[in-house]
Nanobody, 114 residues
Framework: QVQLVESGGGLVQAGGSLRLSCAGS????????TGWYRQAPGNQRELVAQ???????NYADSVKGRFTISRDNAKNTVYLQMNSLKPEDTAVYYC????????WGQGTQVAVSS
C-alpha cells in the first residue's frame, strides 16, 4: 500500500500564490503518472494538472499559465505551484498516482478570497 499526504493549502487573497506538496511513502512518482485534482463543494472532482513518468505535463485549460506541476524524485514529492489565484480555484486539492488509482489522501484546502 502507499500513502500520499497533501499539504500547503491555506487562505490567500486573489492574485496570491501557494505551493502544494504531495509526499509519497514510497518512490512511485517517477514510474507512474501523478495528478493534482480538486473538488469544490457541489462539484465533481476534476483533474487540474498531471505529470507523467517521463516528466511530461498537462494542465486543465482553467489553470494553464498559472499553475505548474513538478516532481522531486529524491524527496518522493510532487508539487503544484499555484500563481495568480482566483476565487474559483477554491477547493480541496488531492494528488493521485496511477499505480494506486483507488487511493485518495485527505486533501488540502485552498481558499481564495476576492
Amino acid at each position: 500500500q502507499v500513502q500520499l499526504v497533501e499539504s500547503g493549502g491555506g487562505l490567500v487573497q486573489a492574485g496570491g500564490s501557494l505551493r502544494l506538496s504531495c509526499a509519497g511513502s514510497r518512490n512511485i512518482f517517477n514510474a507512474y503518472a501523478t495528478g493534482w485534482y480538486r473538488q469544490a463543494p457541489g462539484n465533481q472532482r476534476e483533474l487540474v494538472a498531471q505529470i507523467t513518468n517521463n516528466g511530461s505535463t498537462n494542465y486543465a485549460d482553467s489553470v494553464k499559465g498559472r499553475f505548474t506541476i513538478s516532481r522531486d524524485n529524491a524527496k518522493n514529492t510532487v508539487y503544484l505551484q499555484m500563481n495568480s489565484l482566483k476565487p474559483e480555484d477554491t477547493a480541496v486539492y488531492y494528488c493521485n498516482n496511477a499505480r494506486y488509482p483507488w487511493y485518495w489522501g485527505q486533501g488540502t484546502q485552498v481558499a481564495v478570497s476576492s
